[in-house]
C-alpha cells in the first residue's frame, strides 16, 4: 500500500460532542450523588445501602458510569493516536481499551444491582 | 566549467510581492507554466508594509472621476510624470481595485456597503480645489491584506513558487534578447537556470541605500542591478520619496492616512507650520513639500526633542475610539517603535526614505525600453518590469501616497497581459542559450567563495549608506553631490573586493548579503550620478543652487547606464493617450 | 549583552549546540533584532530570516528565551539575561535559527485560503455591511509567522494532520466573510479527529501570538457552526 496522509474521518464533530455531553452528565450526577450524600442523616452502611435502593439512583449511576466510559474512549483513543504511530498496535491497543470500558461498566451494573 | 542545472517555463516572474503576485494571477489563469521567484515567502515581500490605501476615483463618498486623478498624479510628478502613463493608471484604477474586492480583499466598508475611502496627500477633487476622499482602505494595513489576497488568489490558480530563490543575473544573448534569469536557492546554495520566453521583473525598490529608510532589510534593488549589469538604463534614479512621517530614530513607517483621517503635523512651538507651506491642503500637500517643510522647521531650529532632531504628529483630537477603529497598526507601531501612545502623544517623527521613483524603464504594458546601437529606444525581447521596481513613468519626480499600490496592481496586470499575448503570438521554441552564459553571474559566486580576505560587507554597505544619506538627501547641495559621486566611486570598487567568511552551502545569509550590496551599490551609483547631473530642483530632487524647476533644460527623463556611468536623456510624454495635456505650471498646494 | 543561541550548520556540524555572546550594544538599539543584527556583523556564520523590522512580515519568529515571538517587536530591555534563542519548536531545522516552515504552509494551503463565491461578480464591488467587515478583524491581520501553530503541542504531536492555530484562524476568517460561499465545503474539511478536534484549548497560541490575535477563540466559532449544523 502507498504511504499516505491520510485524513477527514467524519467523525470529529460527534466524538467532541460526546465528550462533552458525557462530562456534563458525569458533572450532574455528581453534584447530585454529593448532595444526597451529605443530606444522609447518619454516615453508615444503612443509610449508603437505602440510597442505592431506589431504580431512579442506581440507572443515574449507570449513565454516570457509561458516560465514564464513552469519556474514556474518546480521551484514550485520542492518547493512541497522538502517540501510537503504528495502525495495527494501535487497533489492538483500540480493542483492549474497549474490552476494559465494557468490562468496567458491566461490573458497575452487577454492583449497582447487588447492593 | 560544469554546467549548471536548467529547467525550462513559458514564463518567470522575479518577485512575488504585490506586482508580482499580479502578474502571475495573470499568467496562471492563462494556464501558462510559470516560475515565480522570491527571497522570501510571498507574503513577507514589502507590499506588506503599505498602509494607508490605494486610489481609485470609485466616488464612494464624494463625487470624483479619473481625470481629477490624473491631473493630482501628473501635479504630484512635478510633470515629469508621462501623462500617457498616468492616464491610463487612473481610468484602469476602478477596475483594478473591484477586481481586488472580488479576490476577496477585506476593504473597509461604508454605511451603504461600499469600499470606505480616506483622503490622502495631494489628492483633491475638481483640479486642485479640496482634498477629495479617494484612498480604499483596509484599516492601516492596506497593503498587508492585498498582499495576502494576491497570494491566495494565485494559490487558488495553481501558480508554481520558488520560495527563497534569489535571482542573480539576466541572460541575455547576442541579439539583447532576454533568455531568463540565473538563481541561487538559499537553501541548498544551488544554482539553477530559469529559460522562459518572458521573464518579468518586479523585485520592488532599493530604499536600503539609505540609513534612514522605511523599508525592510528585502529592498535591495536585486532587478534593478541585475538590468544595469545586463547593459539596460535604470531612469530617474535620482528620484527618492522622503515620507514625511517615519518614527524618528526607527525609521518604521506612519501612514499618510494619520493626516488623512485628520491628524497634522507641529513644531517645537506647537505651531500647525503646514498652513504656511500649503494654505489650501495643509498637512495633504504632496509627500516632497512636507517633507521638505519639515525638514526646514527641523534646520530652522523649530524641531521638537532635545536636539531639535524631529517633528511632532499629533491625532489625539481624533479620539480612541477613531484611531482604534481606522489606524490600529499606527497605535500598535508607535507605542513599540517611539514609545508613545498616540492616544495620548504626538509621535516624533522625520522625513524618511521611502520609495523609489525611478526604475527600469517600461512602456505602459511592462515592456521595458532600453536604447539599440542607433540611440533608439527599442523594446528589449523577453523582459518585462512593473511595481517599484519599474519606471513607467507615472511617478515622475514624486509619487502621490496611494499610487504605489495602485501601480503594482495596474501595471503588474498590464505586464502580465502583455507577457499571455506575447506568449501566444511567439510559436517558436525557446532560442538556445549561449555556451558562456552563466560565467559572468558564476565567477562572481566563485569570488565570495574563494576569496582569502577583502572588504568587509558591513563597512562597505554601511559607507554607502551613510554617503546617500548625507550627500543625497532631501536637500542636496552640489559640493555634497561631487563629494557624493567621488565617494560612490570608491564604494563601487570596494565592493567588487567584498568578502565573506561563512563559504557554507545552506542557507548562507552571508552570501546572500554581500550579492545584495553588488545590486544596492549599482542603484546608489545610479542615484548619486543622476541627482549630481540634474541642475534643477523638481519634486523629490531639491538643489540648492538651482532652487527652481527648469522645464526649459530639464522636462526630460535621466538614463543612468552601467557601462562608465554614462548618462543619456529621453523627453517626457507630455500628450496623454486621449485627453488634453496638462500644461506644466507652478506647484502650489 | 550577552547571548545564547542555538547553532547548527548542516555543512559543518553533527548536531546542534548552543554558543555564547557577548555583543556590545548602542543607545539607539531597541529591539531583539537590533542586537541579532549586530551579532550577525560579528559572525557572519549565523543565520536568521528578518525583514521588514517592524512586525508585519513575519520573517523573524524564534523562540525567546522560552517564549515564541518575533525578533523585530521583542524589546531588549524586557527580556532576561542571558538570552537564550533557539528556533521555533516543532519544524525541522535548516540551520540556526532557520526553520523548514513547509508543513506549517501546507496546512495553510489545505484550508483553501481563498474567498470562494462563484456567482457573476457584480460591475463594481460585492457590498458587505460595516458590521459584517466587522466579522474578519482579529482574523484577517494574521502574518503567518507561525509562533502559535510551534508553540502548540497538538501541533508538535500531529504536525502533518493537525491545521494547526494559524490555519484555523485563516479557515475561519474565509467562514466569517458574507462573500464566501463555501462554508459547508470548509466546515466538511475540517469535520475530522485530527483536523479541528486536536486543539485542546491549550491557548499557548493566544499567549504567544505576537499580533494579539486570537485563534482558540475562532476555532470556538467553528466549533458552534458545526454544532449548529449537526443539531
Known amino acids: 500500500m502507498v504511504n499516505r496522509e491520510v485524513i477527514g474521518a467524519h467523525y470529529g464533530l460527534r466524538d467532541w460532542l460526546v465528550q462533552r455531553i458525557t462530562a456534563v452528565v458525569m458533572s450532574v450526577f455528581t453534584v447530585i450523588f454529593l448532595v444526597k450524600l451529605f443530606l444522609m442523616p447518619q454516615f453508615d452502611y444503612a443509610h449508603w445501602s437505602a440510597l442505592w435502593h431506589g431504580n431512579v439512583m442506581r440507572f443515574a449511576a449507570l449513565l454516570f458510569f457509561v458516560s465514564l466510559g464513552l469519556h474514556a474512549w474518546v480521551g484514550m483513543r485520542n492518547i493512541f493516536m497522538d502517540y501510537v504511530k503504528n495502525t495495527n498496535l494501535r487497533v489492538v491497543l483500540f480493542a483492549f481499551v474497549i474490552l476494559a470500558l465494557v468490562t468496567y461498566v458491566a461490573w458497575a451494573v452487577q454492583i449497582l444491582w447487588g447492593i | 566549467m560544469m554546467g549548471i542545472a536548467k529547467r525550462q517555463f513559458d514564463a518567470v516572474v522575479v518577485g512575488a510581492g504585490g506586482s508580482g503576485l499580479r502578474a502571475a494571477l495573470q499568467l496562471s489563469e492563462a494556464n501558462l507554466k510559470v516560475a515565480v521567484l522570491s527571497k522570501v515567502f510571498p507574503t513577507r515581500s514589502h507590499t506588506v508594509a503599505a498602509q494607508g490605501g490605494v486610489s481609485a476615483s470609485l466616488g464612494n463618498e464624494e463625487p470624483d472621476n479619473w481625470h481629477w486623478h490624473m491631473y493630482d498624479t501628473v501635479k504630484g510628478s512635478d510633470y515629469l510624470g508621462d501623462q500617457d502613463a498616468i492616464e491610463y493608471m487612473c481610468r484602469k484604477a476602478p477596475e483594478v481595485v473591484v477586481e481586488l474586492e472580488h479576490y476577496g480583499m477585506p476593504f473597509d466598508r461604508l454605511d451603504n456597503g461600499k469600499i470606505y475611502q480616506r483622503p490622502f496627500g495631494g489628492h483633491t477633487s475638481n483640479y486642485g480645489e479640496r482634498a477629495v476622499k479617494r484612498a480604499c482602505a483596509a484599516a492601516d494595513r492596506t497593503g498587508h491584506a492585498m498582499l495576502h489576497t494576491l497570494y491566495q488568489r494565485n494559490v487558488r490558480a495553481h501558480t508554481q513558487f520558488f520560495v527563497e530563490w534569489m535571482a542573480l543575473d539576466l541572460i541575455r544573448n547576442s541579439q539583447g534578447d532576454v533568455l531568463g534569469v540565473i538563481a541561487l536557492e538559499m537553501e541548498t546554495g544551488e544554482v539553477m537556470m530559469f529559460q522562459a520566453k518572458s521573464t518579468l521583473l518586479a523585485t520592488g525598490g532599493a530604499g536600503r541605500i539609505y540609513s534612514a529608510s522605511t523599508n525592510a532589510f528585502i529592498n535591495t534593488g536585486d532587478g534593478l542591478g541585475m538590468a544595469a549589469r545586463a547593459g539596460i538604463p535604470l531612469e530617474d534614479m535620482e528620484f527618492w520619496q522622503f515620507h514625511p512621517t517615519g518614527v524618528a530614530g526607527a525609521g518604521v513607517l506612519i501612514t499618510e492616512g494619520v493626516r488623512g483621517e485628520g491628524g497634522f503635523l507641529l513644531n517645537k512651538n506647537g505651531e500647525r507650520f503646514m498652513e504656511r507651506y500649503a494654505p489650501t491642503v495643509k498637512d495633504l500637500a504632496s509627500r516632497d513639500v512636507v517633507s521638505r517643510a519639515m525638514a526646514t522647521e527641523i534646520k530652522e531650529g523649530r524641531g521638537a526633542g532635545k536636539d531639535g532632531e524631529f517633528i511632532l504628529l499629533k491625532l489625539d483630537h481624533l479620539g480612541a475610539d477613531v484611531i482604534d477603529k481606522r489606524l490600529p497598526g499606527i497605535r500598535e507601531i508607535a507605542k513599540k517603535f517611539a514609545n508613545v501612545d498616540p492616544v495620548k502623544d504626538p509621535i516624533p517623527v522625520v522625513p524618511t526614505c521611502h520609495y523609489q521613483m525611478g526604475g527600469i524603464p517600461t512602456n505602459v504594458q511592462g515592456q521595458v525600453l532600453a536604447a539599440n546601437a542607433l540611440g533608439k529606444e527599442v523594446i528589449v525581447k523577453g523582459l518585462y518590469a512593473a511595481g517599484e521596481c519599474a519606471c513607467v ?196 498646494y | 549583552m550577552r547571548f545564547e543561541i542555538y547553532r547548527f550548520n548542516p555543512d559543518v556540524d553533527s548536531k546542534p549546540r548552543m554558543q555564547s555572546y557577548d555583543v556590545e550594544m548602542e543607545p539607539t538599539d531597541r529591539m531583539l533584532l537590533d542586537g541579532l543584527m549586530r551579532l550577525k556583523v560579528q559572525d557572519d556564520t549565523f543565520s536568521f530570516r528578518r525583514s521588514c523590522r517592524e512586525g508585519v512580515c513575519g520573517s523573524d519568529a524564534m523562540n525567546i528565551n522560552g517564549k515564541n515571538g518575533l525578533a523585530c517587536i521583542t524589546k531588549l530591555a524586557d527580556l532576561k539575561e542571558p538570552v537564550v534563542i533557539r528556533p521555533l519548536p516543532g519544524l525541522p531545522v535548516i540551520r540556526d535559527l532557520i526553520v523548514d516552515m513547509s508543513q506549517f504552509f501546507k496546512q495553510y494551503h489545505s484550508i483553501k485560503p481563498y474567498v470562494t463565491n462563484d456567482t457573476p461578480a457584480p ?109
Open chain 2, 393 to 588: 513613468s507615472v511617478h515622475g519626480a514624486n509619487r502621490l501616497g496611494t499610487n504605489s499600490l495602485l501601480d503594482l496592481l495596474v501595471f503588474g496586470k498590464s505586464a502580465g497581459e502583455q507577457v499571455v499575448k506575447d506568449i501566444a503570438a511567439d510559436v517558436a521554441s525557446l532560442p538556445d542559450l549561449p555556451s558562456d552564459y552563466a560565467d559572468k553571474t558564476m565567477a562572481r559566486l566563485a569570488r565570495l567563495d574563494s576569496s582569502k580576505d577583502g572588504e568587509s560587507v558591513n563597512e562597505v554597505g554601511s559607507e554607502m549608506r551613510r554617503t546617500m544619506q548625507l550627500h543625497c538627501g532631501v536637500f542636496r547641495f552640489p559640493d555634497g553631490l561631487a563629494d557624493g559621486v567621488e565617494k560612490m566611486l570608491k564604494v563601487g570598487e570596494r565592493v567588487k573586493s567584498t568578502f565573506i567568511k561563512d563559504k557554507s552551502k545552506v542557507f548562507n545569509t552571508a552570501r546572500i548579503e554581500a550579492i545584495e550590496l553588488d545590486n544596492l551599490v549599482e542603484v546608489a551609483m545610479a542615484t548619486m550620478i543622476s541627482a549630481h547631473a540634474r541642475t534643477e530642483s523638481r519634486g523629490a530632487h531639491d538643489r540648492s543652487d538651482h532652487p527652481d524647476r527648469d522645464d526649459v533644460n530639464w522636462m526630460k527623463h535621466t538614463l543612468w547606464f552601467k557601462e562608465n556611468n554614462r548618462l543619456e536623456y529621453k523627453p517626457v510624454q507630455l500628450k496623454p493617450m486621449t485627453v488634453e495635456s496638462f500644461e506644466p505650471k507652478a506647484r502650489v
Open chain 3, 123 to 231: 460591475e463594481m464591488e460585492r457590498l458587505q455591511s460595516p458590521e459584517d467587515r466587522e466579522e474578519l478583524n482579529g482574523l484577517y491581520e494574521c502574518i503567518l509567522c507561525a509562533c502559535c501553530t510551534t508553540s502548540c503541542p497538538s501541533f508538535w504531536w500531529n504536525p502533518d494532520k493537525f491545521v494547526g492555530p494559524a490555519g484555523l484562524l485563516q479557515a475561519y476568517r474565509f467562514i466569517a466573510d458574507t462573500r464566501d460561499l463555501a462554508t459547508n465545503e470548509r466546515l466538511d474539511n475540517l469535520e475530522d479527529p485530527y483536523r479541528l478536534f486536536r486543539c485542546h484549548s491549550i491557548m499557548n497560541c493566544v499567549d504567544v501570538c505576537p499580533k494579539n490575535l486570537n485563534p482558540t477563540k475562532a476555532i470556538g466559532k467553528i466549533k458552534d457552526l458545526l454544532v449548529k449544523r449537526a443539531v
